[in-house]
């Protein structure tokens, strides 16, 4: 961010007034970022505040698909079996007994805002939020292509959209150009009230499609990608592990089954980089109006993407699987005079979140709030919790220090088919150990931690 190096004056801070928090989501995020050792990202801005925050190398969603991982974050609570199911959920539908984060803020003298996608659905827990915006147009925000059918994110291949797109155009021509003008703009506002805000920005990118001006395709040379060393299916992993990817193959360049060509996926591949380069300089804006603004001391950031995402990963792409790839998220949280820049390898589930932020500004937490507050790491003292549990549909994964443990149960919590990986031997999850006889007093006390870990109303 370009002013960084500026000189500023001292910053006299309302020790009475609490701080204000901007909360960044990135849709489809996934940790392959400088930060987390991916050198052949460019991301700078996203870099610089990752060397101001404390940064969890070790983050996982609760659910790995969009409008369920957001509900369950925002709400504090668990997926359960019959709750937070898939990215259509809300949360005032499936907790509507729930405060959601920023209703609390908002009932604590907050000004909340949310901008672009927080919840999938703009409307959901209205309650919580003095004002609402999304940007106008087709949600999939074609500049090249005209007449896309949207049909609410289905129907893409008959409304003839692709899966990405090159286009010379400003960076305001897409929504997350719109997005970071917005929350600019509302900074500006929000500057000289008395009462903190809450702050939320959602930006779109690198969801699919992969749409971003020409520019950030131009940062990357095709013929340097490569295909992730995890490209294959192994015999041992269970075939429920893997789908068809249906949310990529509804665009009409995409074939309806099978292996992509390694030119589609390199291609799809440089698409994405080009949306995470995209969408961190509009973040980046944004910071730097933070600091121009001189709330940067006064205002805690907290940046996360709603689930990991497969990039070819077992010839995989998109989420909706219990892989690591599509569980890891990128999270880091910057607090004024406490954070620079730290990285912490303690197991954090996206529940912790709300506690965290609610003890930081000095909220007491409602007792709906499932996870566990990662202050004591913020303020050095470390972390005792060495777990988490993620689910989709299913599938039920249990995270324990290195090990992957996932179930498939039905109804009553019976399990049908089951997957282990040793990240400390095999970190690509390609030699499932669920099967093997030396494993079989592991898996048994696995599945037994499960069941205590994945919350008491798992099966209502």
């Known amino acids: 961010m370009s002013c960084k190096n500026e000189k500023k004056e001292e910053v006299i801070v309302d020790k009475n007034k609490p701080m204000n928090i901007l909360f960044i989501a990135v849709d489809d995020l996934r940790p392959e970022l400088n930060f987390y050792g991916a050198n052949h990202i460019l991301s700078p801005n996203l870099d610089n505040l990752a060397s101001e925050s404390l940064v969890f190398n070790k983050a996982y969603c609760n659910v790995p698909v969009c409008g369920a991982s957001r509900a369950s974050l925002l ?85 003839g959209a692709i899966s990405h797109e090159m286009a010379q155009v400003n960076d305001t021509a897409y929504f997350d150009g719109k997005i970071a003008q917005k929350g600019i703009a509302d900074l500006r506002m929000l500057k000289d009230k008395k009462e903190p805000f809450f702050l939320a920005l959602g930006f779109m990118k690198p969801h699919l499609p992969f749409n971003a001006p020409k520019k950030y395709w131009d940062l990357y040379d095709r013929n340097k990608i490569e295909l992730p060393k995890s490209y294959i299916q192994p015999k041992s992993t269970p075939r429920k592990a893997f789908h068809n990817f249906g949310e990529l193959r509804q665009y009409n360049n995409v074939p309806k089954k099978g292996d992509l060509s390694e030119d589609l996926a390199k291609e799809l591949i440089h698409g994405y980089y080009a949306c995470i380069s995209y969408v961190d300089a509009q973040i980046g804006l944004v910071l730097d109006e933070l600091n121009q603004l001189e709330l940067e001391d006064d205002t805690i950031i907290i940046l996360w993407g709603d689930h990991g995402w497969n990039l070819g990963d077992h ?146």
């Open 75 to 159: 709400t504090g609570t668990r997926p359960t079996r019959h709750r937070f199911v898939d990215y259509k959920t809300r949360a005032d539908t499936d907790v509507p007994h729930a405060i959601s984060l920023p209703k609390l803020l908002r009932q604590n003298g907050y000004t909340t805002i949310s901008n672009g996608k927080i919840y999938h659905h703009n409307d959901d827990d209205s309650l919580a939020w003095d004002r609402r915006w999304f940007p106008k147009g087709n949600i999939r925000n074609y500049q090249l292509q005209k007449n896309i059918t949207d049909n609410e994110g289905a129907g893409q291949a008959q409304g």
């Open 315 to 460: 010839k995989l792409w998109c989420k909706h699987v219990t892989f690591e790839t599509a569980l890891r998220t990128p999270l880091m949280i910057k607090v004024p005079g406490k954070t620079k820049g730290e990285k912490t390898e303690a197991i954090t589930e996206y529940i912790d979140i709300y506690s965290s932020l609610t003890e930081l500004v000095g909220i007491e937490t409602p007792n709906t709030v499932e996870g566990k507050s990662f202050v004591p790491i913020i303020n050095g003292e470390g972390s005792d919790k060495d777990w988490a549990v993620s689910k989709f549909k299913d599938a039920v994964t249990l995270i324990k220090g290195d090990l992957f443990y996932t179930e498939w149960t039905n109804d009553k919590g019976v399990a049908y088919v089951r997957m282990l990986f040793d990240h400390k031997t095999d970190p690509l999850e390609l030699d499932n150990l669920a099967k093997k006889p030396e494993h079989k007093e592991l898996v048994k006390s696995l599945s037994i931690e499960l069941r205590e870990k994945w919350g008491k109303d798992f099966l209502n």
